[in-house]
């Protein structure tokens, strides 16, 4: 059987090894601070490269979304505005505050969060909204943020699938209030685990900074709430390199994605991934959806498909909203988002990354055409 076609396979190269041996011969492995020199450099390289004043480096993209909630002084009896078709880690960061998410549907075609659905589920306990990237393709951001600060709350984009999107020609990271990534070893740049933060506001950042070393202000003196949330010198090296890395890893998987489309455009049974005017799709993900399915026929195709050494994945089956935690302890037992729901029984994700070369390409959309037929 051909070798299995990961969903999602790191780069890693020379030149990474090379720059964790640099980190280890130093002896300076991580600082107190959460601002070692390495940390410090790839920070400012991460700022420049989204066009954002700040970039705050923390230990993972979950850790990036608490702490910015932290940061805006989230808390119990908030609410947060969120989708429920994320990973489970953007609704946990809500809840580790002691707030409440609320879900919101999605958009058919995108499978982000609809802005016409926001509306109706703000109270005045709402004090953000979480809009999440998905696949690689950017949120609809202008309407949000306009929704929003009417209602005097703050926008967090969790941009953990889309590094490199570019929304209206402004780069993702530089058009919400706070920004949040993850460099997880599946992502399309990695540190092995770890995340950032990006906003142009000095207030958020300089509170972001105190929030990742215990609450902090300066050495044994906590000011506020706060965690170990630091990023060490080992992922931050990672991170330098990588990031050198990032236009060429984006051009690969854009490479692919189009000769993806190009060969399955014409199943009748699938609809492929758009990516809308003005928005410029990373490419972490290249999701299909299978028209009229139910989950049982959608996971025969995977499974037949892994069969053939295709790592074919769904993301996601089971809503946040749906999960046993949510319905059960959050109060979500008689919520229902169709769009959602319908995507979830639907979709599922094929392998475009960096490694898949255009033989692997072709091979996938073969096996595609073979087990939609």
Same mark, same amino acid.
């Given at each position: 059987?051909?070798d299995?076609?990961?969903?999602?396979?790191?780069?890693?190269g020379?030149?990474? @090894?090379?720059?964790?041996?640099?980190?280890?011969?130093?002896?300076?492995?991580?600082?107190?601070?959460g601002?070692?020199?390495?940390?410090?450099?790839?920070?400012?390289?991460y700022?420049?490269?989204?066009?954002?004043?700040?970039?705050?480096? !923390?230990?993972?993209?979950?850790?990036?979304?608490?702490?910015?909630?932290?940061?805006?002084?989230? &808390?119990?009896?908030?609410?947060?505005?969120?989708?429920?078709?994320?990973?489970?880690?953007?609704?946990?960061?809500?809840?580790?505050?002691?707030?409440?998410?609320?879900?919101?549907?999605?958009?058919?075609?995108?499978?982000?969060?609809?802005?016409?659905?926001?509306?109706?589920?703000?109270?005045?306990?709402?004090?953000?909204?979480?809009?999440?990237?998905?696949?690689?393709?950017?949120?609809?951001?202008?309407? @949000?943020?306009?929704?929003?600060?009417?209602?005097?709350?703050?926008? @967090?984009?969790?941009?953990?699938?889309?590094?490199?999107?570019?929304?209206?020609?402004?780069?993702?990271?530089?058009?919400?209030?706070?920004?949040?990534?993850?460099?997880?070893?599946?992502?399309?740049?990695?540190?092995?685990?770890?995340?950032?933060?990006?906003?142009?506001?000095?207030?958020?950042?300089?509170?972001?900074?105190?929030?990742?070393?215990?609450?902090?202000?300066?050495?044994?003196?906590?000011?506020?709430?706060?965690?170990?949330?630091?990023?060490?010198?080992?992922?931050?090296?990672?991170?330098?390199?990588?990031?050198? &890395?990032?236009?060429?890893?984006?051009?690969?998987?854009?490479?692919?994605?189009?000769?993806?489309?190009q060969?399955?455009?014409?199943?009748?049974?699938? !609809? !492929?991934?758009?990516?809308?005017?003005?928005?410029?799709?990373?490419?972490?993900?290249?999701?299909?959806?299978?028209?009229?399915?139910?989950?049982?026929?959608?996971?025969? @195709?995977?499974?037949?498909?892994?069969?053939?050494?295709?790592?074919?994945? !769904?993301?996601?089956?089971?809503?946040?909203?749906?999960?046993?935690?949510?319905?059960?302890?959050?109060?979500?037992?008689?919520?229902?988002l169709?769009?959602?729901?319908?995507?979830?029984?639907?979709?599922?994700?094929?392998?475009?990354?960096?490694?898949?070369?255009?033989?692997d390409?072709?091979?996938?959309?073969?096996?595609?055409?073979?087990?939609?037929?």
């Open positions: 059987m051909k299995m076609i990961k969903i999602n396979d790191p780069c890693i020379k030149e990474e @090894i090379e720059a964790v041996e640099e980190v280890l011969k130093s002896g300076i492995l991580t600082d107190k601070s601002m070692g020199p390495r940390v410090l450099d790839f920070e400012r390289r700022s420049k490269y989204v066009g954002a004043r700040n970039a705050v480096a !923390v230990s993972s993209g979950t850790a990036a979304l608490h702490a910015a909630l932290l940061s805006i002084d989230i &808390k119990h009896e908030d609410e947060v505005v969120l989708p429920s078709f994320t990973f489970a880690a953007t609704a946990n960061a809500v809840a580790l505050t002691g707030a409440t998410p609320v879900f919101a549907d999605i958009d058919k075609d995108t499978y982000t969060i609809k802005p016409e659905t926001i509306e109706g589920l703000l109270s005045r306990n709402t004090k953000a909204i979480i809009a999440v990237d998905l696949y690689g393709l950017p949120v609809d951001l202008d309407p @949000i943020l306009e929704i929003a600060h009417h209602h005097d709350a703050v926008v @967090i984009e969790d941009a953990a699938q889309s590094h490199g999107g570019v929304y209206k020609n402004r780069a993702i990271g530089s058009v919400a209030d706070i920004t949040c990534f993850s460099f997880y070893g599946t992502k399309n740049m990695t540190t092995g685990e770890g995340g950032m933060i990006t906003t142009d506001d000095d207030d958020y950042a300089s509170t972001l900074r105190i929030v990742r070393t215990h609450g902090e202000e300066r050495p044994h003196s906590v000011t506020r709430l706060g965690c170990n949330y630091r990023m060490s010198e080992i992922a931050a090296a990672l991170g330098i390199v990588q990031l050198e &890395k990032l236009p060429s890893f984006l051009e690969k998987r854009r490479r692919n994605s189009e000769m993806m489309t060969q399955l455009s014409t199943l009748g049974k699938l !609809v !492929v991934p758009m990516e809308p005017e003005g928005l410029k799709h990373s490419w972490y993900l290249y999701t299909v959806r299978l028209r009229g399915a139910n989950a049982g026929k959608r996971n025969k @195709i995977v499974d037949r498909l892994e069969s053939k050494g295709i790592a074919a994945t !769904v993301y996601y089956e089971n809503p946040v909203h749906l999960q046993p935690m949510y319905r059960e302890t959050i109060g979500q037992k008689k919520k229902t169709p769009e959602t729901e319908k995507a979830a029984r639907q979709v599922f994700s094929l392998p475009i990354h960096p490694k898949v070369c255009p033989e390409v072709t091979y996938i959309a073969e096996n595609v055409k073979k087990a939609t037929a």
